[in-house]
Nanobody, 118 residues
Framework: QVQLVESGGGLVQAGGSLRLSCAASARTFSSYAMNWFRQAPGKQREFVAA????????NYTDSVKGRFTISIDNAKNTVYLQMNSLKPEDTAVYYCAAGPRFKIADRWGQGTQVTVSS
C-alpha cells in the first residue's frame, strides 16, 4: 500500500511562494499519475496539477497556469508543487493523490494547509 505524505504548507503573504512536497512510501506503478488537488473552506475539492511518473507530461487547471509548477524526483519518490505569485484565493488544504490518469485519484495523502494573506 502506497502512502503519500505532504509537507511544505504554511502561511504566506499574497505574492509570495511556497513549495509543497509529496513523499511516496514506495514507487507507484509506472502508469500512475501524481496529482495535486485542493479544497477551500465551503468549496468542493478541485484539481490543481498533475504529472506522469516519467515527468514527461503535465497538466494544470487554468487558474494556476504560469504560477504553479509540478515536478517529480523519481530517485526520491517525491512530487513537488512550486507555487509562486500566490493569491488569497489559493488558500486551501492541498492534497497529493495518485491515480491511473490525470485528475483521477484512488490514493490520497492527509493534506497540508496553505494560507495566503492579503
Amino acid at each position: 500500500q502506497v502512502q503519500l505524505v505532504e509537507s511544505g504548507g504554511g502561511l504566506v503573504q499574497a505574492g509570495g511562494s511556497l513549495r509543497l512536497s509529496c513523499a511516496a512510501s514506495a514507487r507507484t506503478f509506472s502508469s500512475y499519475a501524481m496529482n495535486w488537488f485542493r479544497q477551500a473552506p465551503g468549496k468542493q475539492r478541485e484539481f490543481v496539477a498533475a504529472i506522469t511518473w516519467s515527468g514527461s507530461s503535465t497538466n494544470y487547471t487554468d487558474s494556476v497556469k504560469g504560477r504553479f509548477t509540478i515536478s517529480i524526483d523519481n530517485a526520491k519518490n517525491t512530487v513537488y508543487l512550486q507555487m509562486n505569485s500566490l493569491k488569497p484565493e489559493d488558500t486551501a488544504v492541498y492534497y497529493c493523490a495518485a491515480g491511473p490518469r490525470f485528475k483521477i485519484a484512488d490514493r490520497w495523502g492527509q493534506g497540508t494547509q496553505v494560507t495566503v494573506s492579503s
